[in-house]
C-alpha cells in the first residue's frame, strides 16, 4: 500500500505544529517553505529596534523536523495548486519550478502587509512581517539619528528624528515603545550635535484606543504608558498618503501633513496570494483581506483533502494571531491522523482562547489572560515567561535571556550594526514591488 502523502505549504506557527502532530503517523510528510527558517513572529519587533539577532527568533526549518524521520524539507515558494491533479507547484530560489504530489493537503501560508488598496506606500513605510524587514526598520531607525547628526538645517535634523508607525496594535505599540526606549535610554550622550531625547515618535491609526483588540482598560492603560516614555499617540486619524518625507493624516475634517523621514506600517494585513489560488481553484469564498471561508473542521468546503490553517483561514471571526494558528495546526494533524485510523474525522475546529499579550515599554505590558487582567511589571514579567517559553529551546532561550537583561537590565542594544546593503537592497526591492504593484493596477 502506498504511505499516505501529506503536504504541508508553510512552515510558520500553524505548519510547524500541524507537522509535529504528524510524527509516527503513517505518512509521508513534506514540508514546503520559501524560506529555510521559521520565525517567531512576536519577537519580531525586537530584531527591528537591536534587542534580539536575526538568530534568536529565526530556527532552521530543517533543524525543527531533524527527528521527525516521516518529515521532509524542500525549499520554494509555491505558487499553484491542481485540485484535480493534487499537485504542488513551487519555485525553488533559482527561479525552477518542481510538482510535489499530495493526497492531503495543509495550506499555512501566512498573511502579508495590507495598504488597503495604497501599496505604493511600501516603498517608503515598509512593515514588519519577515526577518528582512526587521533588518531593513533597524537599519532605518539607527541611521535616521546619524543622518539628523549631520544636517545643519534644524528642520531636516528634525524631520530625520520624527518617527511615524501607522497602526496602534501589538506591532505598532511595540515598535513605538521600543523607539521611544532608544531614543531615551539606549542613545543620549553619544551624539555631540543632536539631542536623541528630541526624538518624536508618532503612534497613528483610524481607531478609537490602542491595542483594540484587548479591554478599554488594558488599552487605556498601554496608552498612559506611551505617552509617559514620550510617544505621541494620535487616535481617529486616517493616513491618506505617505511619500519619502512624511505623511498626511485626516482627522475629522482636517487635514495634517506630518513631517517624517522614518514611516512604519503595521495597520492591516492581507492574505498570501496562494489564498485567491486556492479560492479560484476549489470555488471557496473569501473575507474582505483575502482568506480562505474553511468549514468548521478548517477544510476547504467540497474539498476535505485541503486543509487552511493559520493566518489563510477565515473561521469564527478569529483574528491573526500565533495561536490560532498554532492551534489550527494541531487540529489538522490530528484530523488526519484520525482518518489515517479509520476513526470519523468530523470534528470541528475549537479555539481556547488564552487571552492576549503586548509589552508596552521596559518592565511594562498588559496582559487580558480570561478575565485575569494585568499591566505594569507584572505584566511584564507575564509576557517575559510566556515568550522565552514558545522560544524553541537550547541557544534562542539562552541567549535571548542575555540580550534581555542587557537592553532592559542596562542601556544597551546589543544589535546596532548597520550595513549599507541593508539599506539600499531592501529599498531597491521595495520601489520593483511597488512599480509592478501600480503596474497590475
Not at 512552515?11 to 517553505?33: C, E, M, Q, S
Not at 519550478?97 to 499555512?108: E, G, M
Not at 478575565?371 to 541567549?399: D, I
Amino acid at each position: 500500500m502506498t504511505e499516505h502523502r501529506v503536504v504541508v505549504v508553510g512552515a510558520g506557527f500553524g505548519g510547524r505544529y500541524a507537522v509535529r502532530a504528524l510524527k509516527n503517523a503513517p505518512a509521508h510528510v513534506t514540508v514546503l517553505n520559501g524560506t529555510n527558517h521559521h520565525v517567531f513572529e512576536p519577537l519580531i519587533y525586537q530584531v527591528a529596534t537591536g534587542v534580539l539577532s536575526p538568530g534568536e527568533i529565526a530556527t532552521p526549518v530543517r533543524e525543527m523536523f531533524r527527528r521527525q524521520r516521516n518529515a521532509e524539507v524542500l525549499l520554494g515558494w509555491v505558487t499553484d495548486i491542481d485540485v484535480v491533479a493534487r499537485t504542488v507547484t513551487a519555485n525553488a530560489a533559482d527561479g525552477v519550478a518542481y510538482q510535489v504530489p499530495y493526497d492531503t493537503l495543509i495550506v499555512a501560508a501566512g498573511t502579508g502587509q495590507s495598504y488597503f488598496g495604497n501599496d505604493r506606500f511600501a516603498e517608503h513605510a515598509p512593515g514588519l512581517k519577515t526577518l528582512d524587514d526587521a533588518v531593513e526598520l533597524r537599519a532605518r531607525i539607527l541611521t535616521a539619528f546619524e543622518r539628523a547628526e549631520l544636517e545643519t538645517d534644524p528642520a531636516a535634523a528634525s524631520r530625520w528624528m520624527t518617527f511615524v508607525i501607522v497602526g496602534a496594535g501589538p506591532t505598532g505599540v511595540e515598535l513605538a515603545g521600543q523607539i521611544a526606549e532608544i531614543a531615551h535610554r539606549t542613545l543620549p550622550g553619544e551624539y555631540r550635535r543632536i539631542d536623541p531625547r528630541q526624538a518624536r515618535i508618532v503612534l497613528l491609526d483610524a481607531v478609537d484606543r490602542v491595542l483594540p483588540t484587548f479591554s478599554p482598560r488594558s488599552s487605556a492603560s498601554a496608552a498612559q504608558r506611551l505617552r509617559k516614555i514620550g510617544v505621541e499617540v494620535r487616535l481617529g486619524a486616517r493616513v491618506t498618503d505617505v511619500d519619502a518625507t512624511g505623511v498626511e493624516i485626516l482627522a475629522g475634517d482636517d487635514t495634517e501633513r506630518l513631517p517624517a523621514m522614518t514611516k512604519i506600517w503595521s495597520a492591516g494585513v492581507a492574505a498570501a496570494p496562494l489564498a485567491r489560488r486556492i479560492a479560484e481553484a476549489t470555488g471557496a469564498a473569501t473575507d474582505r483581506t483575502g482568506r480562505v471561508r474553511v468549514a468548521p473542521d478548517l477544510t476547504v468546503p467540497g474539498h476535505p483533502e485541503i486543509f487552511v490553517v493559520g493566518d489563510l483561514a477565515s473561521v469564527d471571526g478569529l483574528p491573526g494571531v500565533a495561536q490560532v494558528s498554532i492551534q489550527g495546526g494541531r487540529h489538522a494533524g490530528a484530523t488526519i491522523r484520525r482518518r489515517l485510523a479509520g476513526k470519523p474525522d468530523g470534528r470541528p475546529f475549537r479555539y481556547f482562547d488564552k487571552g492576549n499579550i503586548a509589552t508596552v515599554a521596559r518592565f511594562s505590558a498588559v496582559a487580558d489572560l480570561r478575565g485575569l487582567r494585568l499591566s505594569g511589571l507584572a505584566g511584564w514579567l507575564l509576557w517575559l515567561g510566556v515568550h522565552w517559553a514558545y522560544l524553541p529551546k537550547g541557544r534562542n532561550r539562552v541567549s535571548s535571556l542575555v540580550r534581555w537583561a542587557v537592553a532592559f537590565g542596562g542601556r544597551g542594544r546589543a544589535e546596532r550594526a548597520v550595513t549599507e546593503a541593508q539599506i539600499t537592497a531592501r529599498g531597491a526591492l521595495r520601489r520593483a514591488e511597488a512599480e509592478r504593484a501600480a503596474a497590475e493596477v
